[in-house]
């Protein structure tokens, strides 16, 4: 069965810094993978998805995403974080879309003034 | 155009009873997604319908039950709860590679 590993429950980063977040995934085959954001004010949002194609992922607020098969991992990038930024961030892992997905346990975002 | 609506918001049960939970999409959208979230097992993906037609499913037993009419609204059911079923269910549309939450009924299983 697939599974998600997000390593860093916690972290924190000044407003402005660079942000990269970490997902690794098991899962046999070509896996779809996404990422979600969720906060407060907001409630859950999808951030990109991959299921194929090109490896760099754009997704909305800026973020990235880059599959890296021989690593499997699929890491979310935003290159100047914003006070509005700080949510819980979700990976997560499927097959053939959503069938079977599986997330992490998340990272908890602090973004420092 | 609105967004996804779920209702109720909040919801108390006691063990052994059962619930409905509704789930209306935006409009135009035919795929709706049903998602369980507690502080202990965090997210995990329920089923997924398309066209009055469950295309995906998580790994949850056959307690948890779902159905799509067609104008795309959405229910699910939980029969005979149990204390774990105290949770925030969370509904998504999509439309293409977008994806739209719902704000969530919360539900407590006394």
């Keep these: ?113 | 155009k609105a967004g996804v609506t779920q209702t109720p918001r909040y919801l108390i049960k006691t063990r052994g009873q059962q619930v409905t939970l509704s789930c209306s999409p935006i409009s135009g959208h035919r795929s709706v997604s049903w998602y369980q979230q507690t502080p202990g097992q965090g997210l995990q993906f329920l089923f997924e319908y398309f066209s009055e037609t469950q295309r995906n499913k998580g790994n949850f037993p056959g307690r948890f039950s779902g159905r799509q009419f067609s104008n795309s609204r959405s229910e699910m059911n939980v029969s005979t709860l149990e204390l774990g079923d105290s949770a925030l269910y969370l509904c998504a549309s999509s439309l293409g590679l977008q994806e739209y939450f719902g704000p969530g009924t919360r539900l407590l299983v006394l």
């Design chain 1, 1 to 113: 069965a697939q599974s998600v590993t997000q390593p860093d429950i916690h972290i924190t980063v000044s407003e402005g810094a660079s942000l990269e977040l970490r997902c690794n995934y098991s899962y046999g085959a070509t896996p779809y993978l996404f990422w979600y954001v969720q906060s407060p004010g907001q409630g859950l949002q999808l951030l990109l998805k991959y299921f194929s194609g090109d490896t760099l992922v754009q997704g909305i607020k800026g973020f990235e995403a880059e599959f890296k098969r021989s690593q499997s991992s699929f890491n979310l990038r935003k290159p100047s974080v914003h006070w509005s930024d700080a949510a819980e961030y979700f990976c997560a892992v499927g097959e053939d879309n959503n069938n079977d997905m599986r997330f992490g346990a998340g990272t908890r975002l602090t973004v420092k003034p």
